[in-house]
């Protein structure tokens, strides 16, 4: 307990605002900065990509609507027509191996306006073309009457950037491609949207209640082509304790209060390493960027050092993060801004050094104080 007290007092001089930590189902350490409780959802950002994105995949995978393997073009028949399009798998967009170009300004785009003697435009709204339409399609609020939906701009304008499982590139199109694949599944079995599916699949056995405890998707659904979609890469809000209950769901092999709500088959599958490109080019910078499982950073290569390896976690800007370690039975979840001010290269390093080791280093000595609540 003095250690979790340490650690706190140290994260909230990093602009740490939650911070909930369960071990064995026990609810141990729970603190909120100022202007933050237990009923307040902070924004996820791209923790989304696991609450949403890997989560809905893995019941959808549970439920035997598609598997990891099942090539794109089953679920979107005009990739079949692009040769590389072709044949990205499922596996690849929930690993952000696709190839298909992020959102954000590239290398290309730097080069481009540096020749040109322009200030690089960083601000999402304000991107030309494609990306700046897919985050305008997203925030209704900036959009502009050339906009499209941000499904469309990814389906159908971001390009592929190398052969689909050769590379990493993170890719929040290419996310909206898993939702997309997802919802089709979803519609073919007579299903609804992803919110609907989650919401019965998920939130609600674990006691959560949609729009209070948590919400998903930019709280909105972009009906594209019939198809009612929802956004994974982003959008999402949850209290902390509510993020932590995803997290204990991981460490119980899928299992709540006596029912088994997703296999635990199914669950390793998407926690552990799929098997794909590392990040290589970001661990230059950040040597703690981690590998993939489906939708779930992993530790299974060692590069959160000193931490065990079947370690996962989802995160997002600002150093959002769900952590859970199955063999320790340890649940932590994080809220805040970042942890480090160089974020882009130690926005992994900043979690390891402030969050993961002084957790795991203080939930390995033997503590004489009581839990006084448990999470489930």
Not at 141 to 169: K, N, T, V
Not at 257 to 270: K, T, Y
Not at 334 to 354: I, K, T
Request: aromatic share 8%; glycine share 10%; net charge negative.
């Amino acid at each position: 307990t003095a250690r979790l007290e340490a650690m706190w007092d140290v994260l909230c001089q990093r602009g740490t605002k939650t911070l909930v930590v369960a071990r064995r189902g026990e609810l141990v350490f729970e603190g909120y900065a100022d202007g933050f409780d237990a009923a307040r959802p902070p924004h996820t950002a791209s923790l989304a990509k696991t609450l949403v994105g890997g989560m809905s995949l893995a019941l959808a995978i549970d439920d035997g609507l598609l598997e990891a393997d099942d090539l794109v073009s089953k679920f979107v028949p005009s990739w079949a027509q692009d040769s590389l399009k072709a044949t990205v798998t499922i596996r690849h967009l929930a690993t952000h191996t696709s190839g298909v170009e992020d959102a954000e300004p590239s290398d290309a785009d730097r080069a481009q306006a540096e020749r040109e003697g322009a200030a690089l435009i960083d601000d999402h709204m304000e991107l030309p073309g494609w990306k700046g339409a897919f985050w305008r399609g997203t925030n209704t609020a900036h959009s502009r009457d050339e906009d499209i939906s941000p499904f469309l701009a990814a389906r159908d304008q971001a390009p592929i950037m190398f052969s689909p499982g050769s590379q990493y590139a993170y890719s929040n199109p290419g996310m909206a491609m898993l939702s997309w694949c997802v919802t089709v599944a979803l519609q073919r079995a007579g299903l609804p949207d992803i919110r609907t599916y989650l919401a019965d699949r998920l939130f609600e056995p674990l006691g959560l209640r949609q729009d209070v405890d948590c919400s998903i998707g930019y709280s909105r659904i972009y009906e594209v082509e019939g198809l009612p979609l929802v956004a994974n890469w982003g959008g999402g809000s949850f209290t902390a304790r509510a993020a932590a209950r995803v997290g204990q769901l991981l460490v119980q092999d899928g299992v709540w209060e006596d029912r088994q709500l997703i296999s635990p088959a199914v669950l390793r599958q998407s926690l552990e390493f799929a098997g794909m490109p590392i990040p290589e080019q970001e661990r230059k910078e950040d040597p703690s960027a981690p590998g993939s499982g489906l939708g779930f950073w992993t530790n299974a290569d060692g590069a959160w050092a000193g931490v065990p390896r079947d370690a996962v976690a989802g995160a997002g800007a600002g150093n959002q993060v769900l952590f859970a370690i199955p063999s320790l039975e340890l649940v932590v979840v994080r809220n805040g801004s970042v942890l480090e001010a160089d974020a882009d290269r130690m926005f992994w390093g900043g979690l390891v050094e402030h969050l993961f080791t002084p957790v795991v280093a203080a939930c390995r000595l033997r503590s004489q104080q009581p839990a006084s609540e448990r999470i489930t």
